[in-house]
């Protein structure tokens, strides 16, 4: 079964720096899909992120940026110049691409200091 | 767009008492999920649907039934409530691509505590 971890359970940063988020999955798929989640107190899930494997090109999204590491089987996340926006829980989530099912890690808390 | 919305927004039951969430899209998606999130837990699962009339078993689909009667709404139940299934329940809907998952979109979550 695949698992995704996520091994910082709170991380903090302080307004316009640079903070980045580890995630490490388990997988034997070839071809996959990877995504970040972000988790307002609002509780609305928010895409940020969207990686598939068979690219080798990091997905950008504006201040949001990955490093997919597909020999690692790692996944991480870095935000650009923070923002007090961007407090949220963050979730790492694995699909196989095959169905569709999507495992999620258990999240990071994410707190912005201003 | 609305999105993917849902009813209600918090609930509070009692041991035993029957209740059911509804979710409902305006984006034509095929899937549509229904998840729980738990402290420490992430999402799971509860049950999916691949398109109208049709559900499956998720990971965790104990204790709850679903049904998907128009392509745009999908209902989770819950028969008899336990103080386990206090939780934060999220649905979610995707269109399928073949061979590519779309991204799922989540619709603002209830919040129900049973007690």
């Known amino acids: 079964a695949q698992t995704v971890t996520q091994s910082q359970p709170e991380m903090s940063v302080q307004e316009a720096e640079t903070v980045t988020l580890s995630c490490t999955y388990d997988t034997s798929e070839s071809d996959y899909y990877l995504f970040w989640y972000k988790q307002p107190p609002s509780r609305q899930m928010i895409l940020v992120i969207r990686q598939e494997a068979y690219k080798q090109q990091n997905a950008t999204e504006n201040r949001f940026s990955v490093n997919f590491q597909k020999a690692a089987k790692s996944f991480s996340l870095k935000i650009s110049d923070s923002q007090l926006g961007d407090a949220a829980m963050y979730f790492c989530a694995y699909n196989p691409g095959s169905n569709y099912k999507l495992t999620f890690g258990k999240g990071t808390l994410l707190t912005v200091n201003p | 767009n609305a999105g993917v919305t849902q009813t209600p927004k918090f609930r509070v039951l009692k041991t035993g008492q029957s209740m059911t969430l509804l979710c409902a899209q305006d984006m034509n998606h095929e899937y549509m999920y229904w998840y729980r999130q738990d402290p420490g837990m992430g999402l799971r699962l509860i049950h999916y649907?691949?398109?109208?009339?049709?559900?499956a078993k998720g990971e965790v689909p104990d204790g709850y039934n679903v049904s998907r009667l128009k392509k745009q709404n999908f209902l989770l139940g819950l028969e008899s409530a336990a103080p386990s299934q206090t939780s934060v329940y999220f649905c979610?809907?995707?269109?399928?691509?073949?061979?590519?998952?779309?991204?799922?979109?989540f619709g603002p979550g209830t919040r129900l505590t049973v007690l």
């Open positions: 649907s691949v398109g109208e009339g049709t559900t």
């Open positions: 979610a809907s995707s269109y399928w691509s073949s061979g590519s998952p779309d991204t799922q979109y």
